[in-house]
């Protein structure tokens, strides 16, 4: 199966302030997800993103595929999104098997 | 409904007993996926089903896992004689899409079940 790998594996911000998570996948990916969990466990999909750039709000991602990583930018950042932050893919022909990155742990401080 | 309903939310066992774990997912999604999260991981792939057809069930980690999905709905996650390696939360998902499934996951709020 394909690798995933994320970074960083941990960041604390100050709230306000902007970061930048990525993902690097050994093989190409026609699937690529991001998903936030909550401290209660709850695994809330942010993006479908197996190319190119979206925005949601203070999020945005971007993935060049022909170079196997994806970004997740996120601004003005808030407690509330403290959690951690995963990214999927899944190799072209098995697009159904998601494998999710160990993912980037963010803490937001007041 | 209106996500991924899980049932049910904690589950103790003792080792040897026999478990089963309830997923349903979002109404007229065809996709349904069950992954395992063990602590401070990523969730794994456990199996997928399309409508009530088991398409790849690669990700079991053994003969005592089994699922189903009769009806193109509902889902059930068996585990037999529970082992303490099995403890983890198990995570259910579906998305509208069927085919290659290339559409939004969107998850339960899992199962977490620890066995003694």
């Known amino acids: 199966g394909i690798q995933v790998e994320q970074s960083p594996p941990d960041l604390i911000l100050q709230e306000g302030a902007n970061s930048t998570l990525r993902c690097n996948f050994s093989?190409?990916?026609?699937?690529l997800q991001w998903f936030h969990q909550n401290p209660w466990g709850q695994l809330i999909n942010l993006f479908y993103?197996?190319?190119g750039t979206k925005q949601n709000g203070r999020l945005s991602a971007t993935t060049v595929a022909t170079e196997r990583y994806s970004l997740l930018y996120i601004s003005s950042s808030q407690t509330t999104d403290s959690g951690v932050y995963f990214c999927a893919g899944a190799r072209t022909g098995s697009a159904r098997q998601l494998t999710f990155g160990s993912g980037t742990q963010l803490t937001v401080l007041p | 409904g209106a996500g991924v309903s899980q049932s049910p939310r904690y589950k103790v066992a003792k080792r040897g007993q026999d478990v089963a774990l309830r997923c349903d997912p979002i109404?007229?999604?065809?996709?349904l996926f069950w992954y395992q999260q063990a602590l401070g991981q990523g969730p794994e792939f456990l199996t997928y089903f399309q409508n009530e057809a088991q398409l790849d069930k690669s990700g079991l980690p053994s003969d005592r896992f089994f699922a189903e999905r009769p009806e193109g709905s509902v889902s059930t996650l068996k585990i037999q004689r529970t082992q303490q390696e099995d403890s983890a939360v198990y995570l259910c998902a579906s998305s509208g899409a069927g085919g290659t499934g290339n559409s939004p996951l969107h998850f339960g709020n899992g199962t977490r079940l620890t066995v003694t």
């Open positions: 093989d190409s990916v026609n699937n």
């Open positions: 993103i197996p190319s």
């Open positions: 109404s007229g999604h065809v996709s």
